[in-house]
Protein backbone atom coordinates (compact mmCIF):
# COMPACT_ATOMS: atom_id res chain seq x y z
CA UNK A 1 0.00 0.00 0.00
CA UNK A 2 1.66 3.46 -1.60
CA UNK A 3 1.83 6.15 1.62
CA UNK A 4 -0.42 8.48 0.10
CA UNK A 5 -3.08 5.56 -0.11
CA UNK A 6 -4.51 7.20 2.36
CA UNK A 7 -6.29 9.62 0.38
CA UNK A 8 -8.28 7.28 -1.60
CA UNK A 9 -12.10 7.39 -0.99
CA UNK A 10 -13.08 3.48 0.62
CA UNK A 11 -16.17 1.78 1.77
CA UNK A 12 -14.58 0.47 4.76
CA UNK A 13 -12.48 2.46 6.82
CA UNK A 14 -8.95 3.14 6.80
CA UNK A 15 -7.98 3.11 10.78
CA UNK A 16 -6.13 0.27 12.19
CA UNK A 17 -6.85 0.36 15.74
CA UNK A 18 -7.58 2.96 18.58
CA UNK A 19 -5.44 4.96 20.48
CA UNK A 20 -5.87 6.30 24.66
CA UNK A 21 -7.34 9.29 23.69
CA UNK A 22 -11.09 8.23 25.34
CA UNK A 23 -9.12 6.98 28.15
CA UNK A 24 -6.93 9.80 29.09
CA UNK A 25 -9.93 12.38 28.41
CA UNK A 26 -12.10 10.23 30.83
CA UNK A 27 -9.94 9.87 33.39
CA UNK A 28 -8.40 13.96 33.40
CA UNK A 29 -12.66 15.18 33.52
CA UNK A 30 -13.37 12.66 36.55
CA UNK A 31 -10.37 14.95 38.56
CA UNK A 32 -10.87 18.21 36.63
CA UNK A 33 -14.93 19.04 35.41
CA UNK A 34 -13.76 22.25 34.05
CA UNK A 35 -9.86 20.65 32.38
CA UNK A 36 -9.00 23.05 29.36
CA UNK A 37 -8.51 21.88 25.87
CA UNK A 38 -4.96 22.34 26.04
CA UNK A 39 -4.62 20.68 29.36
CA UNK A 40 -6.35 17.55 27.79
CA UNK A 41 -3.91 17.51 24.45
CA UNK A 42 -1.14 17.74 27.08
CA UNK A 43 -1.94 14.87 29.10
CA UNK A 44 -2.53 12.92 25.78
CA UNK A 45 0.61 13.77 24.78
CA UNK A 46 2.68 12.80 27.76
CA UNK A 47 0.32 9.45 27.23
CA UNK A 48 1.87 8.92 24.04
CA UNK A 49 5.68 10.39 24.83
CA UNK A 50 5.26 7.89 27.88
CA UNK A 51 4.51 5.27 26.18
CA UNK A 52 7.00 5.67 22.94
CA UNK A 53 10.26 5.21 25.68
CA UNK A 54 10.62 1.83 24.14
CA UNK A 55 10.35 3.29 20.95
CA UNK A 56 11.98 5.58 17.79
CA UNK A 57 8.80 7.51 16.97
CA UNK A 58 9.58 11.04 16.26
CA UNK A 59 8.77 13.17 19.27
CA UNK A 60 6.93 16.08 16.78
CA UNK A 61 4.96 13.21 15.36
CA UNK A 62 4.31 11.80 18.16
CA UNK A 63 3.51 14.84 19.65
CA UNK A 64 1.38 16.45 16.96
CA UNK A 65 -1.05 13.37 17.03
CA UNK A 66 -1.56 13.50 20.64
CA UNK A 67 -2.85 17.21 20.12
CA UNK A 68 -4.80 16.54 16.86
CA UNK A 69 -6.29 13.17 18.07
CA UNK A 70 -7.56 15.25 21.40
CA UNK A 71 -9.05 17.93 19.49
CA UNK A 72 -10.72 15.37 16.86
CA UNK A 73 -12.43 13.80 20.28
CA UNK A 74 -13.50 16.59 22.18
CA UNK A 75 -14.83 18.31 18.51
CA UNK A 76 -16.86 15.20 18.15
CA UNK A 77 -18.52 15.41 21.71
CA UNK A 78 -19.11 18.86 20.90
CA UNK A 79 -20.50 18.75 17.40
CA UNK A 80 -17.37 20.84 16.46
CA UNK A 81 -16.11 18.74 13.62
CA UNK A 82 -16.14 19.74 10.20
CA UNK A 83 -17.74 17.60 7.75
CA UNK A 84 -17.02 19.11 4.24
CA UNK A 85 -19.05 16.48 2.66
CA UNK A 86 -21.94 17.03 4.37
CA UNK A 87 -21.82 21.00 3.74
CA UNK A 88 -23.78 22.44 0.60
CA UNK A 89 -21.49 25.57 1.01
CA UNK A 90 -17.99 26.28 0.56
CA UNK A 91 -17.64 27.90 4.18
CA UNK A 92 -16.63 25.19 6.83
CA UNK A 93 -19.62 24.68 9.17
CA UNK A 94 -19.13 22.52 12.35
CA UNK A 95 -21.81 19.59 12.08
CA UNK A 96 -23.60 20.82 15.00
CA UNK A 97 -24.51 24.13 12.53
CA UNK A 98 -26.35 21.04 10.05
CA UNK A 99 -29.62 20.52 9.74
CA UNK A 100 -29.46 16.69 9.67
CA UNK A 101 -27.01 16.56 12.93
CA UNK A 102 -29.11 14.72 15.22
CA UNK A 103 -29.18 11.87 12.22
CA UNK A 104 -25.59 11.83 11.56
CA UNK A 105 -23.68 8.87 12.31
CA UNK A 106 -20.75 8.45 14.52
CA UNK A 107 -18.17 7.68 11.90
CA UNK A 108 -19.43 11.31 9.76
CA UNK A 109 -19.33 13.14 13.73
CA UNK A 110 -15.06 12.86 14.45
CA UNK A 111 -12.32 13.39 11.86
CA UNK A 112 -10.27 10.22 12.25
CA UNK A 113 -6.53 10.68 12.27
CA UNK A 114 -5.00 8.21 9.62
CA UNK A 115 -2.05 9.34 9.10
CA UNK A 116 0.92 12.16 9.76
CA UNK A 117 3.49 12.38 7.09
CA UNK A 118 6.86 14.27 7.43
CA UNK A 119 8.29 16.29 4.89
CA UNK A 120 11.30 18.19 5.05
CA UNK A 121 10.65 20.45 2.24
CA UNK A 122 9.08 21.10 -1.04
CA UNK A 123 8.64 23.46 -3.86
CA UNK A 124 5.66 24.84 -6.03
CA UNK A 125 4.94 27.90 -8.19
CA UNK A 126 8.90 29.39 -7.05
CA UNK A 127 7.70 29.33 -3.24
CA UNK A 128 9.14 26.77 -0.76
CA UNK A 129 8.10 25.08 2.01
CA UNK A 130 10.08 23.75 4.82
CA UNK A 131 8.82 21.42 7.55
CA UNK A 132 5.84 20.48 6.68
CA UNK A 133 3.23 17.75 8.24
CA UNK A 134 0.61 16.32 6.24
CA UNK A 135 -2.12 15.28 8.34
CA UNK A 136 -4.57 12.81 6.38
CA UNK A 137 -7.82 12.18 8.58
CA UNK A 138 -10.84 10.67 7.06
CA UNK A 139 -14.69 10.98 7.58
CA UNK A 140 -17.95 9.35 6.35
CA UNK A 141 -19.36 11.16 3.99
CA UNK A 142 -23.35 10.91 2.62
CA UNK A 143 -22.69 8.30 1.02
CA UNK A 144 -21.24 5.95 3.15
CA UNK A 145 -17.83 6.12 2.43
CA UNK A 146 -14.69 7.70 3.79
CA UNK A 147 -13.21 10.15 2.48
CA UNK A 148 -10.36 12.91 2.97
CA UNK A 149 -9.85 15.57 4.86
CA UNK A 150 -5.74 16.88 5.01
CA UNK A 151 -4.45 19.64 7.10
CA UNK A 152 -0.88 21.24 6.57
CA UNK A 153 0.87 22.34 9.62
CA UNK A 154 4.75 23.27 10.14
CA UNK A 155 6.95 24.41 13.31
CA UNK A 156 7.25 28.52 13.82
CA UNK A 157 10.17 29.68 15.39
CA UNK A 158 8.31 29.24 19.30
CA UNK A 159 8.26 25.49 18.29
CA UNK A 160 4.32 25.43 17.94
CA UNK A 161 2.36 24.06 14.90
CA UNK A 162 0.77 25.98 13.07
CA UNK A 163 -1.83 25.50 10.56
CA UNK A 164 -1.37 27.11 6.92
CA UNK A 165 -3.25 24.70 4.60
CA UNK A 166 -6.12 22.21 4.45
CA UNK A 167 -8.22 20.56 1.62
CA UNK A 168 -10.73 17.96 0.53
CA UNK A 169 -12.09 15.77 -2.57
CA UNK A 170 -14.81 18.91 -3.94
CA UNK A 171 -15.30 17.38 -6.97
CA UNK A 172 -15.51 13.28 -5.93
CA UNK A 173 -12.65 12.91 -8.75
CA UNK A 174 -10.28 11.26 -6.62
CA UNK A 175 -7.74 14.42 -5.85
CA UNK A 176 -7.47 16.47 -2.96
CA UNK A 177 -8.13 20.54 -3.12
CA UNK A 178 -5.88 21.79 -1.08
CA UNK A 179 -6.45 25.89 0.11
CA UNK A 180 -3.05 26.66 1.20
CA UNK A 181 -2.36 30.11 2.65
CA UNK A 182 0.91 31.32 0.07
CA UNK A 183 -1.95 30.49 -3.06
CA UNK A 184 -5.22 32.44 -4.10
CA UNK A 185 -6.16 29.29 -5.84
CA UNK A 186 -6.53 25.91 -5.49
CA UNK A 187 -3.80 23.18 -5.76
CA UNK A 188 -4.68 19.32 -6.43
CA UNK A 189 -2.99 16.73 -4.40
CA UNK A 190 -3.21 13.40 -6.09
CA UNK A 191 -2.84 9.54 -4.15
CA UNK A 192 0.33 9.09 -6.14
CA UNK A 193 1.89 11.89 -3.76
CA UNK A 194 1.79 14.44 -6.25
CA UNK A 195 0.89 18.55 -6.03
CA UNK A 196 -0.06 20.56 -9.12
CA UNK A 197 -0.40 23.72 -10.19
CA UNK A 198 -3.76 24.25 -12.37
CA UNK A 199 -2.55 27.50 -13.78
CA UNK A 200 0.72 26.22 -15.08
CA UNK A 201 0.28 22.44 -15.30
CA UNK A 202 3.71 22.49 -12.88
CA UNK A 203 3.89 19.55 -10.67
CA UNK A 204 5.72 18.65 -7.71
CA UNK A 205 6.36 15.41 -6.03
CA UNK A 206 6.01 15.19 -2.31
CA UNK A 207 9.49 12.90 -0.72
CA UNK A 208 8.05 11.51 2.63
CA UNK A 209 10.88 11.48 5.51
CA UNK A 210 9.13 10.05 7.83
CA UNK A 211 5.48 8.70 8.79
CA UNK A 212 3.10 7.81 11.52
CA UNK A 213 0.49 6.28 11.33
CA UNK A 214 -2.61 5.25 13.20
CA UNK A 215 -1.35 1.43 13.26
CA UNK A 216 1.81 2.31 14.94
CA UNK A 217 -0.07 4.49 17.68
CA UNK A 218 -2.09 1.90 18.44
CA UNK A 219 0.53 -0.79 18.95
CA UNK A 220 2.14 1.60 21.74
CA UNK A 221 -1.27 0.27 23.80
CA UNK A 222 -0.42 -3.44 23.16
Not at 10 to 15: E, G, I, N, R
Not at 171 to 185: A, K, P, Q, R, T
Given at each position: ???????????????????????????????????????????????????NKKNKIDTNLL????????????????????????????????????????????????????????????????????????????????????????????????????????????????????????????VYLTSKGTLHS?????????????????????????
Amino acid sequence: MGDFNSLLKTKVSKKRGSSNVSNVYRQAKMKHKDISLEELQELNINDLLEKNKKNKIDTNLLSLWGMLDMKSFIDARTGNTINPYFLNTKKLLPIKDLPDYISLPDAARILNLIDIKYIKNFELEGISFYNVFLVTYEILDKHNYFRPYITLLTLNKDNEFVEFGYGYDTNDNGNVELFISSYNYLVYLTSKGTLHSPLSGKMTRLKIFDILTCEQVAKLYK
